[in-house]
């Protein structure tokens, strides 16, 4: 194996997302749409399930993280669905509010929403695009 073989970039692990409370971003987090893969309550951390990959989103507890709105500048974690305006609606129904209407991009729509912390994860669709599409 070449040295830039060892060092190549696979795939994702994991995305941490840091949050305030952990029971409240379960809460919030089963809302949107995540399954929790595993929970370990006492290192501070649920695993959350996004589709049959392994990697998923990982919740951190950092009990000194405050309330906040979602900044433009932050990072934002955006997920592939089959149809981002149903998921909004679905957002919608679950009782969370949409950061704003969903939105067209280069791959299709998307729509954000913020948990507590102001983490915003957003969902995207590939209607213009469907041959980058994981599903038909």
Known sequence: MS??????????????VPVGDLEEAVGFYERVGFPVAFRLDEAGIVLLKVGKETPGVLLRLEEELSRRQPVWASPRVWLEVRDTRAKAEALRTAGLDLLA??????????????????NVIGFTDYSKRPELARVA
């Open 3 to 16: 040295d830039e073989e060892s060092y190549e970039l696979l795939g994702f692990d994991h995305v941490l």
């Open 101 to 118: 209407e969903p939105f067209s991009c280069a791959t299709g729509w998307t729509v954000e929403v913020a948990d507590p912390w102001g």
